[in-house]
């Protein structure tokens, strides 16, 4: 199982980034797919998931409205797209599946939002 996230980068307040997590080993829509985030000196936090069956999404409240979360079951890949980014928004991007007990994370993209 492989995880790789890629997209993130540079933006100004209120610009937009769509990040995506390319996954190998198993089948992106057979398993719930979560996105979350780690800021300097913070823990980690949840942004949001799309289940599998369905593919219905969940958000925290911080990104609720501005984030959305997209599942692409031809290229097995999952995607972010953040819109009105804030300062706030700062932090290291992860990719996630839960898979027979196991944990499984990519290894990050940077998204910095500054001006």
């Known amino acids: 199982v492989q995880l790789v996230e890629s997209g993130g980068g540079l933006v100004q307040p209120g610009g937009s980034l769509r990040l995506s997590c390319a996954a190998s080993?198993?089948?992106?829509?057979?398993?719930?797919m979560s996105w979350y985030r780690q800021a300097p000196g913070k823990e980690r936090e949840l942004v949001g998931g799309i289940t599998s069956a369905g593919s219905s999404t969940n958000y925290a409240d911080s990104v609720k409205a501005r984030f959305t979360i997209s599942r692409d079951n031809a290229k097995n890949t999952v995607y972010l797209q953040m819109n009105s980014l804030k300062p706030e928004d700062t932090a290291v991007y992860y990719c996630?599946?839960?898979?027979?007990?196991?944990?499984?994370w990519g290894q990050g993209t940077q998204v910095t939002v500054s001006s």
């Open positions: 080993g198993f089948t992106v829509s057979s398993y719930a």
């Open positions: 996630h599946v839960k898979r027979r007990t196991r944990d499984y």
